[in-house]
DNA sequence: TCATGTGAAAACGTTCACAGCA
DNA sequence: TGCTGTGAACGTTTTCACATGA
């Protein structure tokens, strides 16, 4: 749905298979560091618990690259997703809240790397801001809008608890980030504009323990074969 | 998919709804708590960020329990809610790796709400085995498997760095787990049988801007609209 | 021979539009 | 009149099945 005059675009990728090329990504990865060359979509899928059919339509709208008969080149397939996922863009991060949470986050394997970096960390509480945390220095809230141009957030991530995150969340909305990811459980408010995506430990393992509900304790291995891992996405 | 004799099942519950449940059900009882009585499928609709007709849809799947020209009673709502998710149940939980992450998790507001429970917390870094963290004292991994019958965990919390995520993802699915609920930046493989979720900044991130990449940095609200905020589901 | 790439079919999920009821 | 509940239309995603090419 993300329509509009975009002129010489290579495919339409659809929202389903964005969501798992970042994780074909991370299997290619490490099957390059066990020093795998070739990969088949039917290898891929099982690692991925995603059937092979699937894996070969998803690769097949980056561009068809792979050699009958042979399988995928790995390095060359990673190229290709990171270049579908835009890893060449320049994204400044802004963390709020430097709680546990916030640390875990702020010193995350994975962050820096991509195009991801820190343009600075938030928080209010005068015994933490001043404090270096991983990388960052943390700031105080009220700093949040004199970053320098070039690190303007363009993601706000907020990892405070319930009752300061709306307010948070608007301060991040006034200094123009385009997308906010929230560990808060509380529901936000935020202009249409802003994409908006929680991540939420009660809300996961509701949903878990909705499907081990009605899944017998001790099932057949044919049935559970069709019961696919909860998938990563809009799921989103 | 979760096909099979189940008899009296009330109805199919689609994966999709399951994942958007625990969505309404939070703005609901941040509603009853602003004293509100009723609420309509538009209302909750633009709160959740989601179709009005969709959202009529999904609590249909629950039974029909709104009242034409005036919406839905919001305490019975939830109710119901909860019943379809399967709150009664009881939900162990085990939690490995108390770093920043295991910590923010086994504190985590809404964690034991619910049927979910800590039913231990487990590392093997001789500085942090015997410590109180939160609501429970952190325990070597070993003792995984001494757990008492009652505390078995049905979901194993994997909050380690990515080296050791597969041996303790092993070491869960050895006592029984029956669904992983994994952290570490690490594919992991598990038996079919068992129920698997990755919950990672990376990916999220990567996810946002690959949307944002395509956005135009300052969009009409016309076509914005349509940009619904990522899900949840799997997310999903 | 083996595994990709892809039309076509099936399954699934969303949205529309309106009948039905308070 | 206002809002739910739901068939039917629509769009998207998955899966099948096989032609194609190394």
Redo the contacts with the bound molecule.
């Keep these: 749905?993300v329509g509009g005059a975009e002129g010489s675009s290579p495919r339409r990728i659809?929202?389903?298979?964005v969501a798992r090329l970042p994780v074909y990504e991370r299997i290619l990865t490490e099957m390059l560091r066990s020093g795998d060359l070739t990969?088949?979509?039917?290898q891929l899928g099982s690692r991925a618990r995603?059937?092979?059919?699937?894996v070969?339509?998803d690769?097949?709208l980056l561009g068809?690259?792979?050699?009958?008969?042979?399988?995928?080149d790995i390095a060359f397939l990673v190229a290709q997703i990171q270049r579908a996922l835009g890893v060449d863009g320049d994204w400044p991060v802004a963390v709020v809240g430097l709680g546990n949470l916030g640390r875990a986050l702020v010193n995350a394997e994975g962050f820096s790397s991509r195009g991801f970096r820190i343009a600075g960390a938030f928080d209010i509480d005068p015994a933490v801001v001043g404090q270096q945390v991983g990388p960052v220095v943390v700031r105080h809230l009220d700093e949040l809008g004199l970053l320098e141009v070039g690190d303007r957030p363009t993601i706000g991530v907020v990892a405070t608890p319930a009752a300061p995150a709306q307010q948070v969340t608007d301060a991040l909305v006034a200094v123009g980030v385009r997308a906010i990811l929230t560990f808060a459980p509380a529901v936000l408010e935020v202009p249409a504009p802003v994409l908006l995506r929680y991540v939420d430990l009660s809300i996961d393992l509701q949903v878990m323990s909705f499907f081990l509900a009605r899944q017998p304790a001790e099932p057949l291995a044919d049935e559970l074969a069709q019961l696919?891992a909860v998938?990563l996405t809009p799921r989103r």
Excluded: C, I
Excluded at 64 to 72: A, E, I, L, N
């Design positions: 749905m659809p929202e389903a298979t990969v088949s979509s039917e995603v059937n092979a059919a699937k070969r339509k690769l097949s068809s690259f792979g050699t009958r008969g042979t399988g995928y696919r998938g």
